[in-house]
């Protein structure tokens, strides 16, 4: 996605799932015009069903959900079809929730205060294989590998942030668009984007130390 | 979420956001297609047994154990039976379990519930089928009992038929205290009196049986006679009713909890979601104050779903009353994020009052809707970034106004040996960076 202005030639096809009807009309209302709704699930039976159904281009996805929650939705589709991507949407809020649901393998997380055109950008973002990074999520995930710095060369580098990725974060924190940390850094937004992707890479292979630190302090495991 | 295109849109794009009657009409729409997802409740198997009053013949312990271990009731009627005329064994037995096992209320909806009680639900008579059972059982009883008495004679530690017939009256004033079936209407009460007067008998009868066999009635003198009687049957009658006051305390107390919990939810709701929904109703005509309560709702309420209750003396938690603050005051968003934490203290405070004014200022003069505010607290220093997209100014030729903001910013960390820059440019939106390291 180099050039994000060009409109699309094919619209994106996409499932809703959360267990709000009424967020559901919402967004389906909101985003209608712009991508096409091909089905919605209101619980995690529902949703695999829907979507091993329709094999979407992107899922939003809803993080607390009956029947297992968000994780639960991914893990089950992933199984039969590794390809479909997620895109998490929650009010909640619960960092843990928020990491686990990446961690399971979703490509992005946004709040469900984001307005529609965001929603849109973000949605075709994930589908051409991008992932979507909102502040918070930015934010949770320095918080995650913030205690890297300091034990530096003793784990293997993979787990480890690079110092361009924590740049990128860091301005994707402070509420930067892509096409500013592009300038902000003098890269292309090509390799802002790669950044990202490698921070989410990371973030869902990473199953040691610093995340193993970060859940401990929270008291999470 | 980033934006590649240009500076974040604003909240009047060209999609239009739905209004409530709208997607109303729609869900009303949508309502025979999209399948409600519905729960389904797993029947588990009760990790706890209980007794169970449907189809009990006397306190339910056989029903609830077999409800519990998937055995026919029949078989488990059998077995306790069968051990009952080995020594009177299943009959212990079946008195321990008779206490310990709580009857068992869940299933009942509330209003099958209430009309349980309330008498003005048929209870599960005895079907003519039951009797046949009740006829073999009684003669499987007896059976073995003859049997063990004819096998082993020399088993005589406790007289068995006397001790049979105590049982039996121990039984009936058990099956009155227990409060399986209600007790409603004077037929039923009388009956219920004269079962009680029976089992009494029925304990004396049984204790007269065994002192005669076991020692010859010449031995006890009247006094020692009585008080001994006396003793038994209290015990007998006053085990069941006291365990059943101990039951009802424990229940009592749950309730009482479960009131309260729901008093708590209640009354929050009261006090945050409905006066703000009230307060939305009047103000409905001004989409700026209808979003900033919203807004400010949706925070309260995920503080308190979700709230992780750090204590009042962080940064993090002094941000983010201030970046409330900054909302409730002005209407605009602040997008807060923070990385790390650390404890208050003057130059910290120093670095949240600035930050503050950083929001204000933002507020204010950028005409933004939105703020975004990043704190990273690591081992080495405390950091703040307040950004905002609006008209932004030229830093060189600040105005008197701006002055005396930036020396309630810039003066104010200097103060402290804090460090802080202010980036703008017109059109350009402003960022103001503070940094204050830690000792």
Known sequence: ?221 | MPDPDEPRPGPDTSVPRPSLAEIAAQLDEEAGQTPPGAPVAEATTPLKATRVPQGAWLGGVCTGLAAHLGWPVLLIRAIVVGLAAVQLVGAVIYAVLWLAMPIDRSPAAPGIDAATRTGMRTQTSVRSSDIGERLALLLLGVGVALLVQFLVPSWHVVPFWPMVVFAVGVALVWRQADSLAPRIGRRRRMRAVVQALLGIAFIAGGIVLTVARGFGIQQLTTPQWIGVMLFVVLLAVAAPWAFRTRTALTAAREQELLANARADVASHLHDSVLQTLALIQRQADDPKAVAALARKQERELRQWLYGESHEADTIKAALETAAAEVEDDRGVTVDLVVVGDHEMDVRMDALVRASREAMLNAAKHSGADRVDVYAEILDESAEVYVRDRGQGFEVGSVSDDRMGVRGSIVDRMARHDGTARIRSAPGEGTEVWLRMELE
């Open chain 1, 1 to 221: 996605m180099t050039e994000p202005n060009t409109p699309r030639p094919s619209r994106q096809r996409v499932v809703i799932v959360d267990d709000h009807a009424m967020f559901r009309a919402g967004v389906k209302h909101e985003i209608g015009p712009l991508v096409t709704v091909v089905g919605e699930g209101s619980d995690v039976e529902s949703a695999v069903t829907t979507v091993l159904g329709t094999t979407p281009d992107v899922v939003l996805l809803d993080v607390h959900l009956p029947g297992g929650g968000g994780i639960e939705v991914i893990k089950q589709v992933h199984e039969k079809d590794p390809d479909i991507k997620f895109l998490a949407v929650s009010v909640s809020d619960a960092a843990e929730d928020v990491i686990g649901v990446i961690r399971a393998g979703a490509r992005g997380y946004v709040t469900k205060s984001i307005n529609g055109l965001e929603l849109v950008d973000a949605i075709r973002r994930v589908a051409d294989g991008d992932a979507v990074f909102s502040p918070r999520l930015a934010g949770f995930v320095l918080d995650a590998f913030s205690g890297s710095i300091d034990i530096s060369a003793v784990d293997e580098d993979l787990d480890r942030l690079s110092q361009r990725e924590r740049e990128v974060l860091r301005l994707i924190a402070r509420g930067y668009a892509y096409k500013e940390i592009a300038r902000e850094l003098f890269i292309s937004i090509k390799t802002v984007e790669t950044h990202v992707s490698s921070v989410l890479r990371k973030l869902q292979l990473s199953n040691r130390h610093q995340l193993t630190r970060w859940a401990t302090d929270r008291r999470l495991v």
